[in-house]
T-cell receptor, first 115, second 116 residues
Framework: ETGVTQTPRHLVMGMTNKKSLKCEQHLGHNAMYWYKQSAKKPLELMFVYSLEERVENNSVPSRFSPECPNSSHLFLHLHTLQPEDSALYLC??????????????FGEGSRLTVL | AQKVTQAQTEISVVEKEDVTLDCVYETRDTTYYLFWYKQPPSGELVFLIRRNSFDEQNEISGRYSWNFQKSTSSFNFTITASQVVDSAVYFCALSGSLLNDYKLSFGAGTTVTVRA
């Protein structure tokens, strides 16, 4: 099993649809992240969960709703998105606290297209 | 506030040429960490290196080398004798003290294309 797995890899949705992105990490880490990657822009940190508690919500619109049911799983629920939300959504995990090397382990991303 | 600037948007080279990627950072922290990540076409970012602000020694790992210059706030990355497999987007990133800091500030990335 790869360290961080994201599904689906590609998603096309209309502006009125509701969909979810899923992320699973098999590394035993205590923190999980959602990043948004748009063309020619730096990666934008959206949400951070540490020990299943949300510790960061980086001014993300409410049409994005994260969920972290346990330390290994992270979801991003999507509803009434806009075309400008089309991007690559990357999940990552890391170990915070003692043993933190600063290294993030990323999944391969979910490419989202909003029509 | 922390900021990372990668001024080069795209670089194209022919195989076996050397390529240097520039990274300039801004931070008020006295302790900080710098990173380089590689993003191949498959999408996942892959960690390449971490340096802390107290260690200015240059580092070499195979065909990769890094030049950390605190005086100019730069952390440049050189690929020697580039290969087609080096084609990817490369990101420079910065964080503060690591213990509970989860905020990596990423640059916009440099797309490297190595032509056969």
């Amino acid at each position: 099993e790869t360290g961080v797995t994201q599904t689906p890899r590609h998603l096309v949705m209309g502006m009125t649809n509701k969909k979810s992105l899923k992320c699973e990490q098999h590394l035993g880490h205590n923190a999980m992240y959602w990043y948004k990657q748009s063309a020619k822009k730096p990666l934008e940190l959206m949400f951070v969960y540490s020990l299943e508690e949300r510790v960061e919500n980086n001014s993300v619109p409410s049409r994005f709703s994260p969920e972290c049911p346990n330390s290994s799983h992270l979801f991003l629920h999507l509803h009434t998105l806009q075309p400008e939300d089309s991007a690559l959504y990357l999940c990552a995990s890391s170990q915070l606290g003692v043993g933190n090397t600063g290294e993030l382990f990323f999944g391969e991303g979910s490419r989202l297209t909003v029509l | 506030a922390q900021k990372v600037t990668q001024a080069q948007t795209e670089i194209s080279v022919v195989e076996k040429e050397d390529v240097t990627l520039d990274c300039v950072y801004e931070t008020r922290d006295t302790t900080y960490y710098l990173f380089w990540y590689k993003q191949p076409p498959s999408g996942e970012l892959v960690f390449l290196i971490r340096r802390n602000s107290f260690d200015e020694q240059n580092e070499i790992s195979g065909r990769y080398s890094w030049n950390f210059q605190k005086s100019t706030s730069s952390f440049n990355f050189t690929i020697t004798a580039s290969q087609v497999v080096d084609s990817a987007v490369y990101f420079c990133a910065l964080s503060g003290s690591l213990l509970n800091d989860y905020k990596l500030s990423f640059g916009a990335g440099t797309t490297v294309t190595v032509r056969a």
